[in-house]
């Protein structure tokens, strides 16, 4: 299924066909020159995971609360997963679907994940300029 989407999605949105298989599977569509976002099949459905911004040692706890409630019910990650790399040192996002879903959901899919990260990439730019506001 992640083969045929992939192929179509970089189709349509004129991006390289160097786009291919990192392995079996496992596709990496940039979203910038910054930000990655993997696409991994998951029969029957497929995982979407990104690294979004560091997480400075200044102030750490207010990042997380932040963090913290924009996971609750999913509400400020449009389902998907905030989370930290093993080190501590980044932040992630991470949604997984365990279904099938067409290739118009699976379109939409992306591009809201894209929107996801983008606002979670900004809220971490915020705090650390010292900015966020989380009242």
């Known amino acids: 299924m992640i083969n045929e989407f992939?192929?179509?999605?970089v189709m349509e949105n004129e991006l390289p066909k160097s786009l291919s298989e990192e392995t079996s599977g496992s596709y990496?569509?940039?979203m910038d020159e910054e930000t990655t976002i993997e696409v991994s099949d998951v029969p029957p459905g497929f995982r979407l995971h990104c690294l979004v911004a560091s997480i400075p040692e200044k102030d750490r706890e207010t990042l997380f609360v932040h963090?913290?409630?924009g996971n609750l019910l999913g509400q400020g990650t449009?389902?998907?997963v905030l989370g930290m790399t093993e080190e501590g040192n980044y932040l992630t996002l991470s949604y997984d679907f365990e279904y099938p879903v067409s290739y118009n959901e699976f379109k939409e899919i992306i591009e809201e994940f894209f929107n996801v990260v983008d606002f979670w990439r900004e809220e971490a730019r915020l705090h650390k300029a010292g900015k966020l506001s989380t009242s």
């Open 78 to 80: 449009e389902g998907a």
């Open 67 to 69: 963090v913290l409630h």
């Open 28 to 30: 990496r569509l940039p």
């Open 6 to 9: 992939m192929e179509k999605f």
